[in-house]
Nanobody
Framework: QVQLVESGGGLVQAGGSLRLSCSASGSIFSLNSVGWYRRSPGKQRELVAAITKGGSATYAASVKGRFTISRDNAKATVYLLMNSLKPEDTGVYYC??????????????WGQGTQVTVSS
C-alpha cells in the first residue's frame, strides 16, 4: 500500500507565502518524478511545477519566479514554496507522484488535494 498526502494549504493574503508538502509513505522503493497541479474555479487542472528524481525542476509561466519546488528524498517528500501569492493562485493543489513500489511496480499516485485561498 502506498499513500500520498498533501498538507500546508490555507488562507493567505495576496503577497503572502505558503509551503505545501507532498509526502509518500508505505511500501515504497523510490519516489520518482513529482508534479504539483492546481484546479482553480472555472479552469481546467494545470501543471504548476514538476521535479525529477534528480532534482531538475520546471514551472508554469504563471508561477515562474514566485514558486519553488524541492524534494527531500530521505523523507520521500516534495515541497512547493509559494511566494508573492496572487488571488489567481487560488485553487485546490494536488500532487502526482511516480512511485516504484517495494515489489518493483511503477505507478502514478494522486494525493487528496489541499485548498489554497488567496484573498485580495
Amino acid at each position: 500500500q502506498v499513500q500520498l498526502v498533501e498538507s500546508g494549504g490555507g488562507l493567505v493574503q495576496a503577497g503572502g507565502s505558503l509551503r505545501l508538502s507532498c509526502s509518500a509513505s508505505g511500501s515504497i522503493f523510490s519516489l520518482n518524478s513529482v508534479g504539483w497541479y492546481r484546479r482553480s474555479p472555472g479552469k481546467q487542472r494545470e501543471l504548476v511545477a514538476a521535479i525529477t528524481k534528480g532534482g531538475s525542476a520546471t514551472y508554469a509561466a504563471s508561477v515562474k519566479g514566485r514558486f519553488t519546488i524541492s524534494r527531500d528524498n530521505a523523507k520521500a517528500t516534495v515541497y512547493l514554496l509559494m511566494n508573492s501569492l496572487k488571488p489567481e493562485d487560488t485553487g485546490v493543489y494536488y500532487c502526482k507522484a511516480g512511485i516504484t513500489s517495494s515489489l518493483g511496480y511503477d505507478l502514478d499516485y494522486w494525493g487528496q488535494g489541499t485548498q489554497v485561498t488567496v484573498s485580495s
